[in-house]
């Protein structure tokens, strides 16, 4: 299991995001800079313990209605290698030293234990604490014969997400804006062969739930 170390970041997680943010196409913010607050998400481990995997919820504030946004991040000790457009930016870790933060999307470590989370091979852990399971997010996959690990890191972002096209004209996608579901029970699209859910606190002191991930088949309504 992955170690979280309570330590200091220069800059932190959230000012790098600040810089980051308004570049994406997924971004329905205005012109000036996001005020961002920590939401939720959750992390997953690198089975080699190498790079850090955490999905980050954070709502923006600065518009006239708060916009919460999933951020999927790797961290890495070392820059990855032809991965320079999904560089978020680097980071001193009081105990590690220098990170080089990614859009996970980008990272073949994260699309490979995304695609295990929701097959069901791994289990998602606590955003902030050492081995612990975080039991509110959850996942499905119905497929079958299906070889995730042939899904690529050739993402694509558009005003709500991100794609990445896998085998048999499958489709990964990431809901970057998130929308809360009625009654806390995100509905699947009727194409959708695999999800992942989870729960994140919304300005006024409640939390919503929703789809954070939805695995499509080639069919797509």
């Not at 932190?12 to 005020?35: F, H, N």
């Not at 499905?140 to 050739?154: C, N, R, V």
């Not at 993402?155 to 048999?168: I, K, M, N, R, V």
């Amino acid at each position: 299991m992955a170690v979280i170390h309570h330590t200091a970041l220069k800059p932190t997680k959230l000012e790098l995001l600040t810089s980051w943010l308004p570049s994406r196409p997924w971004y329905v913010g205005g012109a000036g800079e996001p005020e961002l607050a920590k939401a939720g998400g959750f992390r997953l481990d690198d089975p080699q313990g190498e790079v850090g995997i955490e999905f980050m919820v954070v709502t923006d504030t600065s518009g006239t209605h708060p916009t919460s946004y999933l951020v999927p991040l790797t961290y890495r000790g070392a820059a990855l290698d032809g991965a320079e457009h999904a560089l978020v930016g680097t980071m001193e870790h009081g105990v590690l030293g220098r990170r080089w933060a990614y859009d996970g999307c980008h990272d073949p470590v994260l699309v490979a234990q995304l695609l295990a989370l929701i097959e069901g091979q791994v289990q998602a852990q606590d955003q902030n604490t050492s081995d612990t399971p975080d039991r509110e997010v959850t996942r499905s996959y119905i497929g079958g014969g299906l070889a995730l690990t042939d899904f690529t890191t050739t993402a694509t972002d558009d005003q709500e997400g991100t794609e990445l096209p896998g085998p048999q004209g499958t489709t990964l996608r990431l809901h970057r804006v998130l929308r809360p579901a009625p009654d806390n029970a995100p509905p699947l699209p009727p194409e959708a062969i695999g999800h992942v859910a989870g729960s994140w606190h919304v300005p006024d002191g409640t939390r919503a739930r929703g789809l954070f991930v939805v695995l499509h088949t080639g069919a797509r309504a």
